[in-house]
């Protein structure tokens, strides 16, 4: 006799669907599963029969079949009860969640080999067949010894399949069988174990005990920069090993990860499972079979590494947990830092927030007794925290035209003389962030956003941070038609380093950001050409601020200290705080000592006073004490409600009827509608409400019934972001 199961199918406008399991098939809980929907077939999970009481029950004669199983490890319930609780905590579709998990659909096909293609080293047009056209010679060069699939090559080159069939014809990629289960190597908890300090040893012997303990455990892990952190939480890693448990390291940016996998690799012998968003397909398949199957020891990744089904999971790492980009803006709005411990909570075993700079929500787990901390107040080694100095930019600019102010000028003529590296900081990819025509005041504005193009002269065009809309840089104004009349405003990392170039003409410099790092492998190149001694000063966004240990860098600085602060972001003097703390922590971090200059034009505001005076503590205070006045996170709730349409009046016109219909509830307040700072948004017209409520108010529960009784048509996108981080 057949049984029925209840399914989830990888479709976000779904809910739950009953079918009929045919006779002589297993279907439990957690089994991967075909089932049919429409004309279609569609991959899913069965879940568990108790769940969602409140779907209405089908008859057994209106049920269809599932097609069958799928060849691959069922989900655990404990990530069963991650997604349940995720979907319900950030009201997503737990089909949306479900996809994170099930996050290599060529894992879940049978196929144990692939076939993909690498360069040759010839080229068409030499001695082989056809000719280099634009679009070949432009594949060619942004593909360089990388392999992957037709598609996957086709989109690193910014190309189309068709031209990549073409080179492979042409001979210049040739075709590699990949095999997709190969065992990952097992790394070695006792291969090189680090000669630690007290501080450090007492600390690792608390991770240790509660690995073994098997329950759930919290840890704040606050150490200064330079403090040894990486290496401590290592020991707790070699335990879980030895233990026979997975482990999980979380990094906040891809770029990270190459530094990462070299420690990891002294310490333990081989490298982890990697999983980031750069990964081939053949890789993606090889990593979540092994990481499904408890083969994959360690992973370390981004963000979604998250909800992949571990079956034995022993230990998350969160490292540099107060990184605001472990919250995702778009899709399931989820945090990392938050479900890594509901995670832990669920599974029972530690986790370990690492940080220079704990978020104030962090803090406050910690005040409230939630959380343990264990601090490493000083440097690994006898190296000494840099000096800070202020650079009042009102008393001592710049010269006209120039960014970097004469003390600064002065302290890296100093750091050239003595052969030592310096580092400038300023949080702004490109040359310029806008350009205008000094003729008629044209400015350049994306097609699709309300945002500036951004120049980048590297690249010669003008592109789009919000929603890379790319044009060729123009040699005349669109508007009056003037040539040479257009003028770069403000300073990018790429002017800073044209404005190194005219002061030292000899500096090797590297320039730093997501453009040019856009890879592990130019990390790798980035990295080693500055421990050779290779790069005099280093010019970079926030991508240099975390991660990285130069012994011979020793000066760094901060180029505009008060670009954070503008606007009116929540957490806009914590992000300042903790972005220019981390980027100090770069100087001086070998035997020599290390100088820091912050150039200001604010010196009176508390963020800057407190990074000048080296006082964490005080910092934290007063922006803890203006949160709990504000009734503001971690005191109080916010909600937002994003609204978006490629019709102006359509989104408005949804906009007011969910402002209207908003509930009135004590303790809860509703702001808005208004169109949203970013008021466009790849071509979408957008809204916003802000939800303010006590912690006592059962905000998910108010905004699920709300928004449940309202419908708008199919185009409307309404998205609701649960502890928003962006208010753009």
Request: charged residues 25%.
């Amino acid at each position: 006799m057949s049984s029925r199961a209840r399914v989830i199918l990888l479709n976000a406008a779904l809910g739950p669907l009953d079918y009929r399991v045919p006779h002589g098939m297993s279907a439990k809980p957690g089994s991967i599963v075909v089932a049919p929907l429409g004309p279609r077939q569609i991959v899913g999970v069965v879940w568990d029969e108790d769940s969602f009481p409140d779907i209405e029950t089908v008859g057994d004669n209106r049920l269809r079949n599932i097609v069958g199983p799928v060849d691959a490890p069922p989900v655990p319930e404990t990530v069963r009860r991650l997604i349940e609780w995720t979907a319900d905590y950030y009201l997503a579709p737990i089909a949306a969640v479900l996809r994170m998990t099930l996050a290599s659909m060529a894992a879940l096909e049978g196929a144990r080999t692939v076939i993909e293609y690498r360069a040759t080293g010839d080229l068409p047009g030499q001695q082989l067949e056809g000719r280099m056209t634009e679009q070949r010679a432009q594949a060619m060069e942004r593909i360089g010894e990388r392999q992957g699939l037709i598609r996957e090559l086709a989109m690193i080159g910014g190309v189309s399949d068709a031209v990549i069939r073409g080179l492979i014809k042409a001979g210049a990629f040739e075709a590699v069988e990949v095999s997709v289960d190969t065992p990952f190597p097992m790394p070695d908890p006792d291969h090189a174990p680090p000669v630690l300090s007290d501080r450090q040893g007492a600390a690792a012997d608390q991770f240790i005990e509660a690995v073994r303990e098997r329950a759930f455990a919290p840890f704040l892990l606050d150490g200064v920069t330079g403090s040894g952190k990486t290496e401590v939480y290592f020991e707790a890693i070699a335990a879980a090993i030895r233990d026979g448990r997975q482990v999980l390291v979380l990094l906040p940016e891809i770029a990270l990860t190459e530094p990462f996998l070299e420690r990891f690799e002294r310490r333990f012998g081989t490298v982890p499972v990697n999983w980031h968003s750069g990964l081939r397909q053949s890789e993606r398949r090889r990593a979540w079979r092994a990481i499904a199957a408890g083969e994959a020891p360690v992973v370390v990744g981004a963000r979604s590494a998250l909800f992949l089904p571990y079956p034995n999971l022993g230990l998350i790492v969160v490292d540099e947990a107060h990184e605001a980009s472990f919250k995702q803006e778009d899709g399931v709005h989820y945090h990392a830092r938050d479900v890594a411990v509901m995670r832990g909570l669920i599974e029972k075993f530690p986790v370990i927030l690492a940080s220079a700079t704990p978020a104030i929500e962090t803090r406050h787990q910690v005040e409230l007794g939630r959380y343990r901390e264990i601090k490493l107040p000083s440097r690994f080694g006898g190296a000494q925290m840099p000096a800070i100095e202020e650079v009042n930019l009102l008393t001592d600019p710049p010269e006209r035209g120039r960014w970097i102010a004469p003390p600064l000028v002065k302290a890296i003529d100093e750091n050239m003389a003595k052969e030592e590296q310096s580092l400038l900081f300023l949080n702004r990819r490109g040359y310029a962030p806008l350009t205008l025509c000094r003729h008629c005041g044209y400015r350049f504005q994306c097609p699709n956003c309300t945002a500036w193009m951004v120049e980048h002269r590297l690249t010669h065009r003008l592109a789009c941070h919000h929603c890379g809309h790319v044009v060729p840089a123009p040699r005349f104004c669109p508007e009056c038609k003037e040539e040479d009349s257009l003028v770069a405003c403000g300073p990018g990392v790429e002017r800073i380093a044209d404005e190194v170039k005219a002061l030292w003409p000899n500096a090797r410099t590297a320039i730093v950001t997501s453009d040019t790092l856009w890879s592990p492998a130019k990390v790798a190149e980035f990295v080693k050409s500055v421990e050779a001694g290779a790069v005099d000063i280093i010019v970079g966004t926030q991508l240099v601020t975390k991660g990285y240990h130069f012994p011979n860098l020793t000066l760094v600085g901060v180029i505009d200290a008060d670009l954070g602060l503008e606007g009116g972001d929540l957490r806009a003097s914590e992000r300042t705080f903790q972005q220019i703390v981390q980027v100090a922590g770069r100087a001086g971090r070998g035997q020599k000592p290390g100088r820091v200059f912050i150039q200001t034009r604010m010196p009176e505001a508390e963020v800057i006073k407190a990074l000048i005076a080296g006082d964490s503590e005080r910092f934290y205070e007063v922006e803890t004490a203006n949160r709990r006045h504000a009734n503001a996170p971690p005191f109080g709730r916010f909600a937002a409600i994003i609204i978006s349409s490629e019709d102006a009046d359509e989104a408005a016109e949804v906009a007011r009827l969910i402002g209207k219909s908003a509930p009135l509830i004590e303790g809860m307040r509703v702001y808005g509608p208004a169109p949203a700072p970013l008021s466009v948004l790849r071509g979408r017209h957008r809204h916003r409400l802000l939800i303010h409520a006590t912690r006592q108010v059962d905000v998910q529960g108010a905004i699920r019934e709300w928004l449940g009784n309202l419908s708008w048509k199919s185009g409307t996108r309404v998205a609701v972001d649960v502890d928003p981080y962006s208010f753009m």
